[in-house]
């Protein structure tokens, strides 16, 4: 082994360590030490660096994958066309502090105001940083866990979906859930709270959630979870989707004003305590 070539012996420490991309550079490596260009020890951080970015990519693509974040939306291509959005808010929470303090962000607004985008596009950030991420529609949650419910395994979904750092829920408002899925989501969120942070969207209200859910208490107990530790976020203007028709859109559909309708936010900075009861007894006329 010692008369070995030094390249060779290498090549074989990179088949055992199954290091692929790092065996494919070795050549190219070995011909920039040869030529100067690389020291001894910029050699071997271009060989693991090739080999780390190798891992980190597929290690982010499956991470994507099992998150359900399969169509990528990213704050880069985020162009802030709302004139109510504060840039600084959002990308405050891009550096994920509400990750560990396990908070609750929610982005309010009408359709096409780019709310999903930016819950997307936090939860790509979360998986580069390594956090497990899942998104999916309140819709999909529910049906996911009426199915559940029916097969006796309720308990085991409930469990699965708040083990993930992030759960990102989208579409709140959308569509009604019919009999009992608001208690459904309600042991969801109870599940979750102060254990994992949740990113929510919603085209309605806190005001009107007993008509989302279809039971005012069980609305009232949402948002008492929901509202603690939470950052709202109030998207106003018109939709992206339909900013080059926006002539066609009937006057009183246009620039519908968000605050108005999502009721007061609740400041970011607040942390001790529950939220005050005026808050929410609306819900409960």
């Given at each position: 082994?010692?008369?070995?070539?030094v390249a060779e012996r290498i090549r074989r420490h990179l088949i055992g360590l199954k290091m692929p991309r790092a065996l494919e550079a070795l050549?190219?490596?070995?011909?920039?030490?040869?030529?100067?260009?690389?020291?001894?020890?910029?050699?071997?951080?271009?060989?693991?660096?090739?080999?780390?970015?190798?891992?980190?990519s597929r290690r982010i693509k499956i991470a994507l994958q099992t998150a359900r974040l399969t169509v990528l939306k990213t704050l880069a291509g985020y162009d802030f066309f709302q004139p109510s959005l504060e840039r600084s808010r959002v990308m405050a929470l891009a550096e994920l502090g509400f990750i560990e303090r396990r908070q609750c962000v929610h982005f309010l607004g009408p359709p096409g105001t780019g709310k999903s985008h930016l819950a997307v596009a936090l939860g790509v950030e979360a998986v580069r940083a390594?956090?497990?991420?899942?998104?999916?529609?309140?819709?999909?949650?529910?049906?996911?866990?009426?199915k559940a419910e029916r097969e006796g395994r309720l308990r085991e979904r409930v469990k699965f979906l708040s083990r993930y750092s992030v759960?990102?829920?989208?579409?709140?408002?959308?569509?009604?859930?019919?009999?009992?899925?608001?208690?459904?989501?309600?042991q969801l969120v109870n599940a979750c709270y102060e254990r994992c942070a949740m990113v929510l969207t919603s085209n309605r209200g806190f005001s009107e959630w007993g008509e989302i859910f279809g039971d005012p208490v069980v609305a009232t107990a949402l948002l008492d979870r929901l509202l603690h530790h939470a950052i709202v976020i109030p998207i106003e203007g018109n939709s992206y989707r339909l900013r080059e028709h926006a002539a066609l859109i009937p006057e009183h559909l246009r620039n519908r004003p968000a605050l108005n309708e999502m009721g007061s936010p609740v400041p970011e900075k607040r942390r001790a305590g529950r939220p005050k009861r005026e808050e929410i007894t609306s819900l409960q006329g």
């Open positions: 082994m010692s008369h070995e070539p050549q190219t490596v070995q011909s920039q030490i040869e030529q100067g260009q690389l020291t001894a020890l910029e050699a071997i951080e271009a060989l693991l660096g090739e080999e780390y970015s190798t891992r980190e390594g956090k497990s991420v899942f998104f999916a529609t309140l819709a999909e949650l529910v049906d996911s866990m009426r759960l990102i829920v989208d579409e709140i408002g959308y569509l009604l859930l019919g009999s009992n899925g608001g208690n459904l989501f309600f």
